[in-house]
């Protein structure tokens, strides 16, 4: 028999899942025409979850119902960059004060990603931030805020001007409210120390008090005084304890008003109402009450005090900057602030003074010193036309520049915020301690209550005493402070002494997955030589070098290869005139090649001449033997014949044979990709002490090249100049560019090195693997603590050895256990600079040979 239930059953579940659907608006850009809407609407319409999916080609957007429970905004977005377009999302970074521990920041984390259009959301305890992905078209920097406030925190804006000064000024102010609620609590509650514990400790004492008013009246001053300490000081911890309970998420907050309140409570009811207790349970734990508040505070105000000590990175990079600038306005020197400069205006740095802004030398001469950015004491040469950067100090003349960055765009700037965003990055490794602290709390509590219901049905009378006192020892003792902190910390300290020694993680991910990184691959020119190529032999089929050369230069002028370049500073050293060139044409990988007094030019790599079918056999043997020397052979053919070999030589760093060392002691592989011949790779890569090495890679084969390590299951890092290595640097693992100080925004890298300096690459390597040393040792610590301390706050150990802890030490432990991460990890402070020692330049021949002489066939 059947019925017509289901069908209104299964409507009804019909319209329970449409009711859980989330509206999805999005901006995308790059679509021209009615087949590239299209396509991301079939995209968008695949993924799982999506019940509708619409996409607008005139105003640019798309917009999707889906199931939040099987599909996340984060593959949307991916979903339609991978389909070749652009969604338009946009970052915003605010400031959120009065987080006290991994809870608070996990909250507010929660309420941000809960909020339409969000893609990502991060909130970072130590540096007190909130980072925000979000899709424009749905929220707005203002509903970010608001949220942060509705879950109980200080939305606190951030100024780009500012480059991190207002941060500072608000933990500034928080530290001094702080030591000021301190000093109150301390006032407060010394008298109930000595009014609870001095009577017992010494009899005198307690006569004396007696002999002034009976105990009951001292016991309502021990209430008083408690009751100012945990309504005064104690406010910051009752307030936002109180909106946790109320979003059912209670944090370290929720405990410690919980536990003060629990024991003042109690003692407060034995003082007004004592005929409700037997007398033996007519104790009062005010004493618990406010010490725990004042000790708690004492060890947040130390933990403040060296989180402070932790972005001392940043704080160094600020004071770099100029504060006012000698601006030339209608003919006349104007003294403003450095934010009130525009790009274009002419400047005026007297000798002593510092570079106010980025810029380029518009009249005068002066030596400038760099260091900063490129750790080289020795000042640098500035003429006419040269680039000066914001924060260098001018040394001798006096220089007039134009302005070219000014404010967020200047190169300081940028370092700042690339510090900024990897102390605010969340590693993966945080991962574990997030899913702990998101039912920590809520076991807490419960354990409390478990602990005070066993020992009020099993405790020794009064039972009531013991149940208390471990009941609120496992609310205080088990704050997850340190949790929350062990890893931001250590990220800041880290992230901060790197950028101090040249190292910038332009994301804080870089840091963990580079300390696991086994293999190191370098690209060889500019990164591993020094870049600058010399012409060291010229072989002739003729004899006539000098015309070979001739026409070899005459191709290069229009050649921006560095090798071209040795090539015509040869040319012109010779004083070599050098004819038009027609029908130019560079060919990638291979060579150059066009027309030089009517005559077809070929000039490149041997497989440049076998893939036009040009015999080679002539030159063959000097080749190998130039090959063999570390020289780069370069052929030249002159209407479809071999008629010249040219020799280049780019000469290894003098530091490169000792970075290689240390890299191996280190327990890494290393290994090289260049488009030298084989032969001439394997050379370079002898004198380097390399010995794994690929030859013959075409610039858009070296991402291939890293791909097929990784296939065999390595885990590689790339070391290029970050330009032409753009695609390796981002297929590796970790993509380290070796930038030259000045260029620092390198898109593809995950760490740059803003001095070129090879030894930055083994510390950066030192500095990743020691933060994510400190961080385990930080997640021990906070994990053992806690694991070791509830069990004796909660008194499992009293029946057997009589262990306990009182809540006033659980007080002084849980504070420890923050300073104890805070401190462990300010020790990345002392990391020192991997110096590598330099050997003189060293191969196969010594001598380089006149270029002009026939070499030995």
Same mark, same amino acid.
């Given at each position: 028999?059947?019925?017509?239930?289901a069908?209104?059953?299964?409507?009804?579940?019909?319209?329970?899942?449409q009711?859980?659907l989330?509206?999805?608006?999005?901006?995308v850009?790059?679509?021209?025409?009615?087949?590239?809407?299209?396509?991301?609407?079939?995209?968008?319409?695949k993924?799982?979850?999506?019940?509708e999916a619409?996409?607008?080609l005139?105003t640019?957007?798309?917009?999707?119902?889906?199931?939040?429970?099987?599909?996340?905004?984060?593959?949307?977005?991916?979903?339609?960059?991978?389909?070749?377009?652009?969604?338009?999302?946009?970052?915003?970074?605010?400031?959120?004060?009065?987080?006290?521990?991994?809870?608070?920041?996990?909250?507010?984390?929660?309420a941000?990603g809960?909020?339409?259009?969000?893609?990502?959301a991060?909130?970072n305890? @130590?540096?007190?931030?909130a980072?925000?992905?979000?899709?424009?078209?749905?929220?707005?920097? *203002?509903?970010?805020?608001?949220?942060?406030?509705e879950?109980g925190?200080?939305?606190? /804006?951030?100024?780009d001007e500012?480059?991190?000064?207002?941060?500072?000024?608000?933990?500034?102010d928080q530290r001094?409210?702080?030591?000021r609620?301190?000093?109150?609590?301390?006032?407060?509650?010394?008298?109930v120390?000595v009014?609870?514990?001095g009577?017992?400790?010494?009899?005198?004492?307690?006569?004396r008090?007696?002999?002034?008013?009976p105990?009951?009246?001292w016991?309502?001053?021990?209430a008083?005084?408690?009751?100012?300490?945990?309504?005064?000081?104690?406010?910051?911890?009752?307030?936002?304890?109180?909106i946790?309970?109320?979003?059912? !998420?209670?944090?370290?907050?929720?405990?410690?008003?919980?536990?003060?309140?629990?024991?003042?409570?109690?003692?407060?009811a034995?003082?007004l109402?004592?005929?409700l207790? /037997?007398?033996?349970?007519?104790?009062?734990?005010?004493?618990?009450?406010?010490?725990?508040?004042?000790?708690?505070?004492?060890?947040k105000y130390?933990?403040?005090?060296?989180?402070?000590r932790?972005?001392?990175?940043?704080?160094?990079?600020?004071?770099?900057?100029?504060?006012?600038a000698?601006?030339?306005?209608?003919g006349?020197?104007?003294e403003?602030?450095?934010?009130?400069?525009?790009?274009?205006?002419?400047?005026?740095?007297?000798?002593?003074?510092?570079?106010?802004v980025?810029?380029?030398?518009?009249?005068? !001469? !002066?030596?400038v010193?760099?260091?900063?950015l490129?750790g080289e004491?020795?000042p640098?040469?500035?003429?006419?036309?040269d680039?000066v950067v914001?924060?260098?100090?001018?040394?001798?003349?006096?220089?007039?520049?134009?302005?070219?960055?000014?404010g967020?765009?200047?190169v300081?700037?940028?370092?700042?915020?690339l510090?900024?965003?990897?102390?605010?990055?969340?590693?993966p490794?945080q991962?574990?301690?997030?899913?702990?602290?998101r039912?920590?709390?809520p076991?807490v509590?419960?354990?409390?209550?478990i602990t005070?219901?066993?020992?009020?049905?099993?405790g020794?009378?009064?039972?009531?005493?013991?149940?208390?006192?471990?009941a609120?020892?496992?609310l205080?003792?088990a704050?997850?402070?340190?949790?929350?902190?062990?890893?931001?910390?250590?990220?800041?300290?880290g992230?901060?002494?790197?950028?101090?020694?040249?190292?910038?993680y332009?994301?804080g991910? *870089?840091?963990?997955?580079?300390?696991?990184?086994?293999?190191?691959?370098?690209?060889k020119?500019?990164?591993?030589?020094?870049?600058?190529?010399?012409?060291?032999?010229l072989?002739?089929?003729?004899g006539?070098?000098? !015309?070979?050369?001739?026409?070899?230069?005459?191709?290069?002028?229009?050649s921006?290869?560095?090798?071209?370049?040795?090539i015509?500073?040869?040319?012109?050293?010779?004083?070599?005139?050098?004819?038009?060139?027609?029908?130019?044409?560079a060919l990638?990988g291979?060579?150059?090649?066009?027309?030089?007094n009517?005559?077809?030019?070929?000039?490149?790599?041997?497989?440049?001449?076998?893939?036009?079918?040009?015999s080679t056999?002539?030159?063959e043997?000097? @080749?190998e033997?130039?090959a063999?020397?570390?020289?780069?052979?370069?052929?030249?053919?002159?209407d479809?014949e071999?008629r010249?070999?040219?020799?280049?030589?780019?000469?290894?760093?003098p530091?490169?044979?000792?970075?290689?060392?240390?890299?191996?002691k280190?327990?890494?592989?290393?290994?090289?990709?260049?488009?030298d011949a084989?032969r001439?790779a394997?050379?370079?890569?002898?004198?380097?002490?390399i010995?794994?090495?690929?030859?013959q890679?075409?610039?858009?084969?070296?991402?291939?090249?890293?791909?097929?390590?990784?296939?065999a299951?390595?885990r590689?890092a790339?070391?290029?100049?970050?330009?032409?290595?753009?695609?390796a640097?981002?297929?590796?693992?970790?993509?380290?560019?070796v930038?030259?100080?000045?260029?620092i925004?390198?898109?593809?890298? &995950?760490?740059?090195?803003?001095?070129? &300096?090879?030894?930055?690459?083994?510390t950066?390597? &030192?500095?990743a693997?020691?933060?994510?040393r400190?961080i385990?040792?930080?997640?021990?610590?906070?994990?053992?603590?806690?694991?070791?301390?509830?069990?004796?706050?909660?008194?499992?150990f009293?029946p057997?050895?009589?262990?306990?802890?009182?809540?006033?030490?659980?007080?002084? *432990?849980?504070?420890?256990s923050?300073?104890?991460?805070?401190?462990?990890?300010?020790r990345?402070?002392?990391l020192?600079?991997v110096?590598?020692?330099?050997?003189?330049?060293?191969g196969? &021949?010594?001598?380089?040979?006149?270029p002009?002489?026939?070499?030995?066939?």
């Amino acid at each position: 028999m059947t019925t017509d239930t289901a069908p209104p059953a299964a409507a009804g579940t019909e319209t329970f899942k449409q009711a859980q659907l989330k509206q999805l608006e999005l901006g995308v850009q790059g679509m021209t025409c009615a087949s590239c809407s299209s396509r991301v609407e079939r995209a968008l319409g695949k993924l799982p979850g999506v019940s509708e999916a619409s996409v607008n080609l005139a105003t640019e957007r798309a917009s999707l119902r889906f199931d939040p429970a099987a599909l996340q905004p984060e593959t949307i977005v991916q979903t339609i960059t991978e389909a070749g377009y652009t969604p338009i999302i946009e970052e915003h970074e605010i400031g959120v004060g009065g987080m006290t521990c991994a809870a608070c920041s996990a909250r507010v984390e929660r309420a941000l990603g809960k909020l339409p259009g969000v893609v990502q959301a991060s909130v970072n305890l @130590a540096t007190e931030r909130a980072t925000v992905r979000y899709l424009p078209e749905m929220l707005s920097p *203002a509903g970010i805020a608001q949220t942060i406030a509705e879950a109980g925190y200080e939305p606190r /804006p951030l100024n780009d001007e500012g480059v991190g000064a207002e941060a500072e000024d608000a933990h500034q102010d928080q530290r001094r409210a702080m030591r000021r609620d301190l000093w109150l609590a301390v006032g407060l509650t010394l008298p109930v120390l000595v009014l609870s514990m001095g009577a017992d400790m010494i009899p005198s004492l307690a006569q004396r008090l007696g002999a002034i008013a009976p105990m009951t009246v001292w016991n309502g001053v021990q209430a008083l005084l408690t009751t100012a300490v945990l309504l005064g000081p104690g406010r910051r911890f009752f307030r936002p304890g109180l909106i946790a309970f109320r979003h059912l !998420s209670p944090d370290m907050n929720s405990l410690v008003m919980t536990g003060t309140s629990a024991a003042w409570a109690y003692s407060l009811a034995v003082v007004l109402a004592p005929s409700l207790f /037997p007398p033996e349970a007519r104790n009062v734990y005010f004493d618990s009450a406010a010490v725990i508040i004042t000790v708690i505070l004492f060890g947040k105000y130390l933990e403040e005090l060296a989180k402070g000590r932790t972005s001392s990175a940043i704080k160094k990079l600020i004071g770099l900057q100029a504060k006012t600038a000698r601006v030339l306005r209608d003919g006349a020197e104007t003294e403003a602030p450095v934010d009130q400069v525009h790009a274009g205006e002419r400047l005026v740095v007297r000798p002593g003074e510092r570079i106010p802004v980025d810029g380029e030398v518009d009249e005068g !001469s !002066s030596y400038v010193d760099e260091s900063m950015l490129t750790g080289e004491p020795a000042p640098v040469s500035k003429g006419v036309g040269d680039r000066v950067v914001g924060a260098t100090i001018n040394q001798h003349g006096v220089l007039r520049i134009r302005a070219t960055q000014v404010g967020r765009d200047t190169v300081l700037s940028q370092i700042v915020r690339l510090v900024e965003r990897a102390q605010g990055s969340k590693l993966p490794i945080q991962g574990l301690a997030d899913r702990v602290i998101r039912v920590f709390t809520p076991l807490v509590l419960l354990i409390a209550t478990i602990t005070f219901v066993a020992w009020m049905a099993l405790g020794p009378p009064p039972a009531v005493t013991l149940a208390l006192v471990s009941a609120v020892s496992v609310l205080v003792v088990a704050c997850p402070c340190a949790m929350g902190l062990a890893t931001p910390a250590a990220i800041m300290v880290g992230s901060g002494r790197a950028a101090e020694l040249g190292v910038l993680y332009r994301k804080g991910e *870089a840091l963990e997955t580079l300390s696991h990184v086994d293999t190191v691959v370098f690209d060889k020119t500019g990164t591993l030589t020094e870049g600058r190529p010399r012409l060291t032999d010229l072989v002739a089929v003729d004899g006539d070098t000098a !015309s070979a050369l001739a026409l070899a230069a005459a191709l290069e002028t229009h050649s921006e290869h560095p090798l071209g370049a040795a090539i015509v500073a040869a040319a012109k050293e010779q004083g070599l005139d050098l004819a038009d060139v027609e029908d130019f044409q560079a060919l990638p990988g291979y060579g150059v090649q066009g027309r030089v007094n009517g005559r077809n030019v070929q000039l490149g790599a041997e497989r440049l001449l076998r893939r036009e079918q040009i015999s080679t056999q002539a030159l063959e043997r000097q @080749a190998e033997r130039l090959a063999a020397a570390g020289r780069t052979p370069i052929y030249l053919a002159v209407d479809g014949e071999a008629r010249a070999l040219l020799a280049v030589a780019d000469p290894l760093k003098p530091q490169a044979p000792a970075l290689i060392q240390a890299l191996r002691k280190r327990g890494l592989r290393v290994a090289m990709i260049t488009g030298d011949a084989q032969r001439t790779a394997e050379a370079i890569a002898r004198q380097a002490g390399i010995e794994e090495v690929k030859a013959q890679v075409l610039p858009d084969g070296k991402a291939a090249a890293v791909q097929e390590l990784q296939r065999a299951g390595r885990r590689v890092a790339f070391v290029g100049d970050g330009i032409n290595d753009a695609p390796a640097l981002a297929q590796a693992e970790v993509g380290i560019a070796v930038g030259s100080g000045t260029d620092i925004a390198i898109e593809a890298a &995950d760490v740059t090195l803003t001095r070129n &300096d090879l030894g930055g690459v083994v510390t950066a390597l &030192d500095v990743a693997r020691r933060t994510l040393r400190t961080i385990r040792g930080n997640l021990f610590w906070a994990f053992f603590y806690n694991i070791l301390l509830i069990p004796l706050a909660a008194g499992v150990f009293y029946p057997a050895f009589g262990l306990h802890l009182h809540p006033m030490i659980a007080g002084v *432990a849980m504070g420890f256990s923050s300073l104890f991460v805070v401190s462990n990890s300010l020790r990345l402070r002392r990391l020192k600079p991997v110096a590598l020692a330099e050997q003189a330049e060293s191969g196969p &021949d010594e001598t380089p040979a006149d270029p002009m002489t026939p070499a030995a066939s």
